[in-house]
């Protein structure tokens, strides 16, 4: 069974662009999550998508959004890149409908901005 | 607000000694769900455990070994006999239940700074 996949696994982008991240569930999952690992902050927690709609969002700024697909795969779109955005982004899918559910993370896509 | 804390950020050993990884939890909800994950060198978070609040019965895995004391807050882990294999960063973390329009811990992940564990041959 393939797991979650992340696309693409590197991007560089410079300041003031706009980046998209992709990512596809493991087949059965519906929910979604996004995190962001940045050097020095650990990982924190971006978005939660679940049947299509956004469920919960961490402490970030507006710039930071997202959307799920009628085929639970999932797009983070960053905007107006800031050097601070530099980072690996992980996506992570589990089943739906129940909190508690084990996460399961993808390889991550490194953004760098320079 | 939740919060996780691994007071290691680093521990290092040499192969086949035990090694406790320490994890300590802050939550206002009653039900909530507490993990280990491990992250090797090349990247990927690989999921290691999941447990409830309402079931403190000690687990073993193999060479895993997980401690929970809700008395004390803590779900600690024990790797037994480690290998170099082992070597990698390993991450506690905690979900919540709490549904409220503010700050709500539904479903997401608060994970701790996560403890680099070095196993030497």
């Known amino acids: 069974e393939a797991g979650v996949t992340q696309s693409p696994t590197h991007l560089i982008k410079t300041r003031g662009q706009q980046a998209t991240l992709r990512c596809s569930p493991i087949s059965g999952h519906t929910s979604v999550y996004w995190y962001q690992q940045a050097l020095g902050l650990g990982l924190q927690f971006l978005l939660w998508y679940d049947e299509g709609e956004e469920r919960n969002r961490g402490n970030f700024p507006p710039r930071f959004s997202g959307r799920q697909f009628p085929n639970y795969s999932s797009e983070l779109n960053v905007n107006a890149l800031e050097l601070e955005d530099s980072a690996l982004y992980l996506c992570a899918s589990s089943l739906a409908g129940r909190t508690g559910q084990p996460q399961h993370f993808g390889d991550g896509t490194r953004l760098s901005i320079l | 607000a939740q919060k996780v804390t691994q007071a290691q950020t680093e521990i290092s050993v040499v192969e086949k000694e035990d090694v406790t990884l320490d994890c300590v939890y802050e939550t206002r909800d009653t039900t909530y769900y507490l993990f280990w994950y491990k992250q090797p060198p090349s990247g990927e978070l690989v999921f290691l455990i999941r447990?409830?609040?309402?079931?403190?019965q000690n687990e073993i895995s193999g060479r895993y070994s997980w401690n929970f004391q809700k008395s004390t807050s803590s779900f600690n882990f024990t790797i037994t006999a480690s290998q170099v294999v082992d070597s990698a960063v390993y991450f506690c973390?905690?979900?919540?239940?709490?549904?409220?329009?503010?700050?709500?811990?539904?479903?997401?992940?608060?994970f701790g700074q996560g403890t680099i564990l070095t196993v030497h041959p």
């Open positions: 973390a905690l979900s919540g239940t709490t549904l409220n329009a503010g700050g709500t811990s539904y479903g997401k992940l608060t």
């Open positions: 447990r409830n609040s309402f079931d403190e």
